[in-house]
């Protein structure tokens, strides 16, 4: 049913998306499916990273720990923005394209206040996008 799954990680909260990364690796081995993480960086140094490059090694060694632990290949993907938080559904929406997804998992946190006025990434995602968009809370 699926082949290619993305899943959006964000390194700087890792106990957030646990169970969307568990959700994906469970998947994945189901559908025989391959596993992509997808991450969006500044451009200019942050807590996690010096710059992109350093970034991506992070998340190519994030991947290969859960490789590990899931026992399912999983490719990484970086994206470098100017301003992440502005640029972060049109890189995810080109990561869709890039890494040939038909199956997004990702992490949601629980609505708000601020969820009626302003979409949130998933609900965007699923809102601009010809496949599946998986939430997990």
């Known amino acids: 049913m699926y082949t290619s799954i993305m899943v959006p990680v964000d390194l700087a909260h890792l106990p957030q998306i646990a169970r ?47 490789t590990t632990r899931l ?33 997004v998992v990702m992490a949601s946190h629980r609505p708000g206040l601020a969820d009626y006025f302003w979409a949130a990434h998933g609900a965007r995602l699923a809102a601009h996008t010809e496949i599946s968009v998986f939430l997990v809370r």
């Open 20 to 66: 969307a990364i568990d959700t994906a690796g469970d998947l994945a081995r189901h559908y025989g499916a391959a596993l992509t993480f997808v991450s969006i960086t500044a451009e200019a140094p942050t807590a996690i990273a010096h710059n992109p490059q350093e970034f991506e090694a992070k998340l190519a060694a994030f991947a290969a720990e859960q």
């Open 71 to 103: 026992g399912v290949p999983i490719k990484a993907k970086a994206y470098a923005a100017t301003d992440p938080s502005i640029d972060i559904d049109k890189k995810l929406l080109q990561a869709v394209t890039d890494t040939g997804a038909d199956l």
